[in-house]
């Protein structure tokens, strides 16, 4: 990854996402870059009020995105999982 893919990236977020429960695009500011793994890369998408986690896997030129609604409480949960994360995807997305 290098910083012009981050920016490629964060372009495909405001072009092609909305928040699901507002319809609003998101912008640079609302996206942040939570974690990444090898090529996945987890961003915390911020809308007002409204929260999704946007996971992003790059291969090669190809950008794939994946997002789900949160709640802040998860968010704070995932990040801390990622933050501790030993390559267990089924344990970090796992609902509770
Ligand atoms: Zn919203």
Known sequence: MNS?????????IQNNLRCTQCGRAY???NIHLR????????????CEGH???????????????????VSTDD????HEQLTNFNGNFKKVFKKT
Do not use: D, H
């Not at 974690?35 to 911020?46: A, D, E, P, R, S």
């Not at 929260?51 to 609604?69: D, H, R, Y």
């Not at 968010?75 to 995932?78: G, I, M, Q, R, V």
């Open 4 to 12: 012009n893919q981050l920016r490629q990236i964060y372009l495909e």
């Open 27 to 29: 912008v640079a500011k």
């Open 35 to 46: 974690g990444t793994l090898k090529n996945i890369y987890f961003f915390q998408l911020n």
């Open 51 to 69: 929260s999704a986690f946007a996971t992003i896997t790059v291969l090669g030129q190809q950008i794939n995105i994946s997002t789900e609604n």
């Open 75 to 78: 968010l704070l949960a995932l």
